[in-house]
């Protein structure tokens, strides 16, 4: 289970004040949960997956992971549990290294890097077992260097080293924001498996209302740092992407009257 | 001309083939260009001559060097990653620095070793009857470095360390102190320069303060050179073009002399050779491209002048 309390965060501008990027924002992921989490640019999206993973130290709040309270925990430490994939196909693997090597390195996700020999026979096998449940004869292909694959193909690898551990969290960072169409909607699919089957807690940040609703048990939408909306269970079921719309326009609608109304005060 | 005459170069090659290495690991692997080279080179010679003259086996003052070269890395990993110092400004620090500790360390500019018993007078009297003994020992040595080399890059160590220098983004997300690669990468590198540098103060019988200057346009040339003549596909060969590079370096040196190229002018040569390999990418597009717009031009000259007749 995911618990996020009171977490705030503000980057430094370029005027005196700085910007806000998560206001008081509170969700508690149970374990297995696949969280989908919408919102328009700057809403804070990003800067809520990177305040998990560590990527910056949070200025009030906690994270907790499984009761235990990660807040503190550098980046690499939180990597241990936590499995990700980023907007950038290009960021989640090593180009210059081999498909191969990519995947033992993150099959020791987590453990002390030692001098024993990395690729081990044994070691091969299990990774072309899982090199193939992807469909992209990528199996075939141990020996090529990454940056010779398609950003699908590089994406679909990501996920699978994302996910080959079993990591207590997964976040996806937009991850199919930068494919085309077809390619996506295949990256899509494989993340739905994959979650599927390890029964992987969850949260995906897209811009995609459909996705955001079709997949997952549970929608969050965020506006200016706070979480605007949580829906789940029937009520989600019911939801249209034109709902999603009309809920969106009205949040946003209410806070630009809170501000009128402050100005004429 | 005889063997005997480039036996020298070939020596030479190898025993900087040593201090490449340290740089491929730097440059290529971590894509970081560490200029403590400079310093950590001589350093190891001023640590080596320096035990030797007080009275050390040979072999613990070689061994010294090397560590005294890690800390120096060390030093250089820690500007950067703790202090936030820009890679080339730490590397420039921890060198300028070192100018003084070398000097200390040696207690003035120079030390012959002359007299001194050193790896290499052991060597010769263990193995008298053997001809070209210090270039077997060079041989044997560099080639081990190398194979050490390539086996600790394809460890889970190694492996973490070349993804810092690839993607630290990835590797850091997988569970990697990318801080610590980055010290222990630094580290390796310079503890190989100054065993380097303690085996050529050996080698040629001193350790000079001086001896540092230009280490890393050498080593930057060896590597250059190297994956020039070995495309770089897999660890072995990239290592392996970083030795020959060195050796194919001395060999050019030695009939640039010969042909009567001022010993002085040495440095300008290399500077003037690494900035042709560092830039002959980028002048080969611009002139790719130059070509392709002449022709375009010509073509245009048919094909837009055509249309343009045709509307008036």
Not at chain 1, 105 to 125: F, N, P, S, V, Y
Not at chain 2, 69 to 77: D, P, R, S, W
Not at chain 2, 213 to 239: E, M, N, W
Request: aromatic share 6%.
């Amino acid at each position: 289970m995911l618990e996020i309390r009171h977490l705030c965060k503000a980057f430094p501008a370029g005027g005196l004040t700085p910007k806000i990027a998560l206001q008081d924002v509170n969700l508690t992921v149970p374990t297995g949960s696949f969280v989908t989490i919408i919102g328009s640019n700057g809403a804070g999206k990003s800067t809520l997956l990177n305040a998990v993973a560590g990527v910056f130290p949070v200025d009030r709040g906690c994270v907790m992971l499984n009761g235990k309270d990660i807040t503190f925990l550098p980046e690499h430490r939180r990597a241990a549990f936590i499995g990700r994939v980023f907007q950038n196909p290009l960021q989640g693997t090593a180009a210059s290294m081999t498909v191969e090597e990519n995947l033992v390195m993150a099959w020791r996700r987590g453990e002390r890097r030692g001098l024993r020999r990395g690729i081990t026979a044994g070691l091969r096998r299990q990774i072309r077992d899982r090199l193939s449940q992807l469909g992209l004869g990528l199996e075939d292909r141990l020996h090529t260097a990454v940056g010779f694959l398609s950003g699908g193909q590089r994406q679909a690898l990501t996920l699978l080293m994302a996910t080959m551990t079993r990591p207590d969290l997964l976040l996806l960072d937009e991850h199919v924001a930068a494919l085309d169409p077809n390619t996506a909607q295949q990256i899509l699919y494989l993340t739905e498996k994959m979650v599927a089957e390890e029964g992987l807690t969850t949260l995906m940040v897209t811009h995609n209302m459909e996705h955001a609703l079709r997949m997952g048990d549970t929608t969050i939408m965020m506006h200016e740092g706070e979480i605007v909306l949580n829906v789940k269970g029937t009520k989600r079921a019911a939801m249209t992407v034109h709902d999603l719309l009309n809920q969106f326009k009205r949040i946003r609608g209410e806070q630009l009257l809170d501000d009128r109304m402050l100005l004429a005060d | 001309m005889t063997f005997q005459i480039i036996s020298g170069s070939l020596e030479q090659g190898l025993v900087y083939g040593i201090m490449a290495l340290g740089v491929y690991l730097t440059f290529r692997v971590l894509n970081f260009a560490d200029l403590t080279v400079d310093g950590s080179f001589p350093l190891g010679g001023a640590v080596a001559a320096a035990l030797i003259v007080s009275g050390a086996p040979p072999l613990l003052a070689t061994l010294a060097a090397l560590l005294a070269g890690m800390l120096a890395g060390a030093v250089t990993g820690l500007l950067y990653t703790k202090l936030r110092i820009a890679g080339l400004l730490a590397g420039i620090l921890t060198m300028t620095g070192l100018y003084s500790v070398n000097l200390r360390i040696m207690g003035r500019a120079n030390i012959p070793l002359l007299r001194q018993e050193t790896l290499f007078t052991q060597l010769h009297d263990t193995f008298a009857n053997i001809t070209y003994l210090d270039l077997l020992f060079f041989l044997l040595l560099a080639l081990l470095i190398k194979l050490l080399l390539d086996a600790f890059l394809s460890t889970d160590f190694g492996m973490a360390m070349r993804a810092t220098g690839d993607n630290p983004d990835m590797i850091r997300s997988l569970g990697v102190d990318t801080q610590a690669m980055v010290i222990a990468g630094l580290c390796l590198s310079n503890g190989l320069v100054a065993l380097s540098g303690a085996l050529v103060a050996q080698y040629q019988g001193f350790a000079d303060a001086g001896m540092g200057i230009g280490t890393i346009v050498v080593g930057l040339a060896s590597v250059i050179i190297g994956t020039g003549i070995i495309r770089p596909y897999t660890i072995f060969r990239a290592t392996l073009g970083a030795l020959l590079g060195a050796v194919i370096y001395r060999l050019a040196i030695f009939f640039a002399l010969r042909m009567g190229l001022a010993p002085t002018d040495l440095r300008i040569m290399t500077a003037v050779l690494v900035i042709g390999a560092l830039s002959a990418p980028t002048i080969k597009t611009i002139w790719a491209e130059r070509v392709r717009m002449r022709r375009q031009a010509e073509e245009n000259a048919v094909l837009c002048r055509k249309g343009v007749g045709d509307n008036a």
